[in-house]
């Protein structure tokens, strides 16, 4: 800039104070909240997929749903798990949880104590929901339930002999099963489920997992990952679905709905700003051409 003269707008937007981007982001995510902005939300094909699975499978179809996560991808897993035990119960399914990390198996107490015992009050241990808790193993766990589950699972979380359960009776391994719910956001996790389950026994498998490693599984859908949601969004689908088909469902926690509208006015308003951090850059260099006489 030339000595005495004035910036414009731009320039001086161009150099503006990194604390004011953080303050507008800061309302932008604060504001939603305070006010409680909620958008409509229309459930994509990668997310109904799973929900119209569900949906379709009679009463008492075995669902197995694998706990690979840790408290801090909690925010966005647990509000997907929330709504898929809710899904399954709403339809009587029996479900199996179980766990490849190890810090998976509190996550899943939390699970049943939160949405099982206290909204589907007749739900019975043993008869309609199992804990199998965690196992060490990774992929290779995996690959021996595929043809034997009691060879690695003699009893549940609690030390009850699994021959001792109802719901063991019919099961000897992973084919038993009409689905198989991964959740998580690392390894082992999704893919192992179906490279070592899905595949090799034609057992549909779908997931939920954090919006970082959702990119990472697309290649696996629809051949061999039945649907898959990725992050925040994928749980606000699947909770809106569930809403709008079952709107018993509409009083309880919807976290995933809530977080939405907070996420999509702070990515607005970065968005915004790198337009016109953009817009502000080229202009000042086609002033500071002119100014020097160069085309």
């Known amino acids: 800039m030339a000595n005495g003269e004035r910036p414009t707008f731009l320039e001086r937007v161009q150099a503006i104070d990194r604390r004011i981007i953080f303050l507008f982001v800061a309302l932008a995510v604060s504001l939603p909240l305070v006010f409680h902005v909620i958008f409509p939300e229309k459930i994509s094909p990668i997310v109904s997929s799973m929900f119209d699975r569900i949906e379709s499978l009679p009463e008492g179809s075995r669902v197995l749903i694998s706990f690979d996560y840790s408290p801090s991808t909690v925010p966005e897993v647990q509000p997907m798990v929330d709504a898929v035990v809710r899904h399954c119960a709403a339809r009587k399914q029996k479900l199996y949880l179980m766990a490849l990390w190890a810090t998976g198996q509190n996550i899943t107490d939390e699970t049943i104590h939160r949405v099982i015992e206290k909204e589907f009050p007749e739900y019975r241990y043993g ?169």
């Open 127 to 295: 008869e309609d929901y199992l804990n199998l808790g965690y196992k060490s193993g990774n992929q290779g766990l995996i690959n021996v339930i595929l043809t034997d589950m009691k060879k690695m699972y003699t009893t549940d979380v609690h030390g009850t002999a699994i021959d001792s359960i109802p719901m063991m009776a019919q099961i000897r391994n992973l084919r038993n099963f009409d689905i198989i719910f991964t959740f998580g956001g690392g390894f082992p996790g999704t893919k192992e489920w179906v490279l070592f389950a899905g595949d090799p026994g034609k057992i549909p498998v779908a997931s939920g997992v954090t919006a970082v490693q959702a990119p990472l599984l697309y290649p696996y859908y629809p051949s061999q990952l039945l649907g898959l949601m990725g992050g925040i969004k994928g749980a606000a689908e699947y909770e809106y679905e569930l809403i709008r088909r079952y709107p018993r469902f509409a009083n309880v926690a919807h976290p995933g709905i809530d977080m939405m509208g907070p996420q999509a006015v702070a990515h607005l308003v970065i968005m915004l700003f790198i337009v016109i951090g953009n817009i502000a850059y080229f202009a000042g260099r086609r002033r500071e051409a002119k100014r020097q006489g160069t085309p």
